[in-house]
């Protein structure tokens, strides 16, 4: 069979090649699946994915129904919904079509959606990559659109239900339907004297600006792929002008994709006040008026200009540009303001935006550890593109090279956009082998070409003793000389191979270490525990409210935790957190950062008495410097950070000169809230030993290098420090620090409003150590009154079996005690009645007087 003969079936061939690669973009992506499901549901992977399925439950009942407004979560002002409703009601309307109605079925059905989305992805490319290259182009997009891995592989994962692959779905399929109406528009140029000519135009503009509002129904951050266009527009239109080529057709298209998308944006509703882009604000029908206004300018003025230099357009359009902005700076400074501000938010960052993941810049060793090869055929795609472009006119690939522009600059600045730039890598990395294998083409084929048979008087000639040479046939044109083309192929081909193989190997390390990425087990504990065992808020929590008319009833109460854990305890517990994933409730001076790092209890529960907290929960990585509190740390004082609390230096493993670095816990971090909770489950506790550290700043080193660590008491230690610091060369410090979180180094004091009421059964210091739980969950109580001198004491009994005493200094002749010793409704316990330490003094205390703040006699 030779190439022609394949060629005829080149149809079911390319769709039998689609279905594979799909198929295997499915199953890569179903791989989780076998770890995360069971009969309770999905254990679903990170934050957000909880608040979806907590959208979709309420959508489901309410079908189609979405709230914008939602109270669960964020008490006591509940939570405007600032992204689109169109994800969640795709999986609602799912979950409807398949009649889940539990919620096991419900996460089930869920679940698929992501994967679904990822899958279609493998036709969508190969159509884009077709039409913005060839036939070998589109094929290598949907390929290597089924391995990419990074961001965009787990963001599709079966168990990560969140919207992000829905926005570069429906962004995909947006370009996809811009660049298939502006090779249209190439091929059938437009002329507004004939009507004919615009029908098919204007029916693929409207279909691509339904693919746009698709996009924006999910996000609004949609509205970058319209400054795409722009950009696009402006870049196109100085090259048209200065090639006097026809205008036409990008005014047909913007103006009717972009009234489409304002329309659509008006009927959709503006849910959001201002006009910031961001949100759903009427700034979005004004951003689109603009790219209307701003082509129909572009279009004007070069008619206008029509007939002079080509040089007089782009300056016009500088000095257009330069009044425009000082106009907007005077007449509508507001406008101006959001429209900076914008621009500032999108590319600049904030100390306290390092620490949330998404929002961090990538870094090259990141995308390196992602994409690896990847990364140089994304670039050889780019120098192609700009290398055809250049030589003729194709605004299709002129098109995708700004969108990867744009889309690479995003990046850059957060990683969170690194799941689009996997679109443009994929596109751009399969321009690279598109283009090469049609170099290669000729040589291929002059290769694989059966060489024809001799002609019947050649072989009569050699038997009368002709010369051999004459009968030879000639070699393709293509195949004499260095095969260049083909090298150059087989060089990318290579390093596809090698791009591939490693985005496979990530793939499956990243869809099997998913199988055990969900919900940690003692947060689940507790939370189910939370759901059964504390008072319910008084919020339906299927209901869609509005926020004008809504109000909390009485007995609504929040749940102050870390923002990393809101949807959990939404979700899971259907309780209301003070804070949550969106980042809300943790800055300022009453959010949950400053609450758990406070050392003033009075302080702190000025801020729980604000917000109307009644429970607080803590975990173990909230707890540790090198955790969660370094998040906390720095957004509440974003310049120190972690430094007041935590020390790291240089320890000496080796004579040759080999160390270790270690953090160390300061004396400023063990009277923090979190400390004081979850370390010492609010009692007052006193340090037997602490370590004394002699240390020196050494030239090059990257921190301070131990030099001497004794183990003393804390008093002697103390008495060491003053001697030593009063002495010491330039350079030389000592200090007292502790190794643990549970180990203190000053006396901490108690906290009179906080009972530990629940905790999870894991410990997690290992043989030997304290028995600290991973979640500890603890009421905040008005407490009871006793008089008295001195230290307060009784012995309690967790859910877990485990025994501390609690134990409090008396302050003003008065202690105020937390535990109930009768009627507790928890299974925390007291054993026997509060003490005096050094008396013969009890106390019985009741769970009335507790919660009522009775004064004891």
Not at 42 to 51: F, I, K, Q, S
Not at 663 to 685: C, E, K, Q
Not at 756 to 776: A, C, I, R
């Amino acid at each position: 069979m030779d190439l022609k003969d394949i060629s005829k079936y080149r149809v079911p061939l390319t769709v039998l090649f689609l279905l594979l690669c799909s198929l295997a973009a499915l199953w890569i992506r179903l791989i989780p699946a076998d770890g995360l499901v069971s009969a309770a549901g999905v254990d679903l992977l990170g934050n957000d994915p909880w608040y979806n399925l907590r959208q979709v439950e309420a959508t489901i009942q309410q079908f189609p129904a979405y709230g914008w407004y939602d109270p669960m979560t964020l008490f006591p002002r509940g939570s405007t919904i600032y992204w689109g409703s169109l994800f969640v009601q795709i999986i609602a309307f799912a979950g409807v079509l398949t009649g889940a109605a539990t919620r096991p079925e419900i996460m089930y059905v869920a679940c698929w959606i992501p994967p679904l989305m990822g899958t279609a992805m493998v036709p969508i490319l190969y159509w884009i990559g077709k039409k913005a290259g060839n036939t070998a182009t589109g094929l290598a997009a949907a390929a290597l659109a089924a391995i990419v891995s990074g961001q965009y592989l787990y963001r599709s994962l079966f168990g990560f239900v969140d919207h992000h692959i829905a926005e570069v779905l429906f962004s995909t399929l947006f370009c996809g339907a811009y660049i298939a109406t502006i090779v249209y528009c190439k091929d059938h140029p437009v002329d507004f004297t004939n009507r004919e000519s615009l029908f098919a135009p204007v029916g693929l503009a409207a279909v691509t600006g339904v693919a746009y509002l698709l996009g924006l129904f999910v996000m609004p951050t949609m509205i970058l792929f319209a400054l795409i266009v722009a950009v696009y527009t402006g870049i196109q239109f100085l090259w048209d002008v200065y090639h006097d080529r026809p205008l036409h057709d990008l005014l047909l298209i913007n103006v009717t994709v972009f009234a489409i998308a304002a329309v659509g944006m008006a009927l959709f509703g503006i849910r959001h006040a201002g006009i910031g882009l961001s949100l759903y604000s009427i700034g979005h029908i004004y951003a689109y008026g603009a790219v209307i206004g701003g082509t129909v300018l572009l279009y004007v003025l070069a008619g206008v200009m029509k007939g002079r230099p080509a040089w007089m357009y782009p300056l016009t359009l500088a000095g257009l540009a330069v009044v425009g902005a000082g106009f907007l700076m005077v007449a509508a400074p507001d406008a101006y303001s959001v429209l900076v501000g914008n621009f500032i938010s999108f590319f600049g960052e904030e100390s306290v935006t390092l620490t949330v993941q998404e929002a961090r810049p990538w870094s090259f060793d990141s995308a390196w550890l992602t994409f690896q090869w990847g990364l140089l055929l994304m670039a050889a795609g780019m120098a192609i593109l700009v290398w055809k472009n250049i030589r003729e006119d194709h605004p299709d690939q002129l098109f995708v090279l700004v969108w990867s522009l744009v889309i690479l600059i995003s990046t850059i600045r957060h990683v969170r956009y690194e799941y689009y730039l996997a679109v443009n890598l994929t596109l751009l990395s399969a321009i690279c082998i598109g283009f090469a294998a049609q170099m290669a083409w000729p040589d291929i084929a002059a290769r694989l070409a059966p060489s024809p048979a001799p002609a019947p008087e050649r072989r009569e000639s050699r038997k009368k003793g002709g010369s051999r040479s004459e009968g030879a046939p000639k070699k393709h044109a293509a195949a004499q000389g260095a095969p260049v083309g083909l090298l150059a192929f087989a060089g990318v081909l290579l390093v596809t191979i090698v791009f591939a193989a490693s985005s496979i190997s990530i793939d499956l390390a990243t869809a099997e270490g998913a199988k055990y990425s969900g919900i940690t087990p003692d947060w689940e504990e507790a939370l189910l525990w939370m759901a059964d065992n504390t008072p319910d808020t008084g919020v339906d929590y299927y209901a869609i409210y509005d926020r004008d008319t809504f109000a909390y009833p009485d007995g609504a109460y929040g749940v102050m935790s870390w923002w990393d854990y809101g949807h959990w305890i939404t979700f899971v517990a259907q309780r209301i957190p003070n804070a949550n994933p969106f980042q809300q409730g943790v800055a300022g001076p009453d959010g949950a950062a400053a609450f758990f790092v406070r050392d003033s209890e009075a302080r702190a529960s000025q801020t729980l008495d604000l917000l109307g907290t009644r429970y607080v929960v803590t975990d173990i990585e909230m707890d540790l410097i090198t955790s969660k509190f370094w998040a906390m740390a720095t957004w509440f004082d974003s310049t120190r950070g972690v430094s007041p609390y935590q020390l790291d230096l240089l320890n000496p493993i080796t004579a040759e000169g080999r160390y270790e670095l270690i953090s160390l816990y300061t004396a400023a971090y063990y009277p923090t809230m979190i400390s004081r909770l979850h370390n010492f489950d609010g009692s007052m506790v006193e340090p037997e030993e602490v370590y004394y550290i002699e240390y020196e700043q050494s030239a090059g080193a990257s921190a301070p290098i131990i030099r001497d660590v004794e183990i003393l008491a804390p008093d002697a230690a103390r008495d060491a420090v003053l001697a030593f610091n009063a002495g010491a060369s330039a350079g030389s410090h000592a200090g007292v620090y502790g190794p643990l979180p549970t180990t203190p180094v000053e006396t901490v004091p108690a906290l009179q409003h906080y009972r530990l009421v629940h905790e999870s059964p894991t410990n997690v210091m290992s043989d030997g150590g304290p028995d600290l739980k991973y979640v500890k969950v603890f009421e905040y109580v008005p407490g009871a009154t006793i008089a008295g001198e001195g230290i307060i004491e009784v012995d309690v009994v967790t859910d877990t079996g485990r025994s501390f005493t609690y134990r409090q200094q008396s302050i003003n002749g008065t202690f105020t005690v937390p535990y109930a010793t009768t009627g507790s409704p928890y299974g925390v316990i007291t054993t026997g009645p509060y003490r005096i330490s050094g008396t013969d003094r009890t106390f019985e205390v009741s769970e009335e007087a507790v919660m009522q703040g009775a004064r004891l006699s």
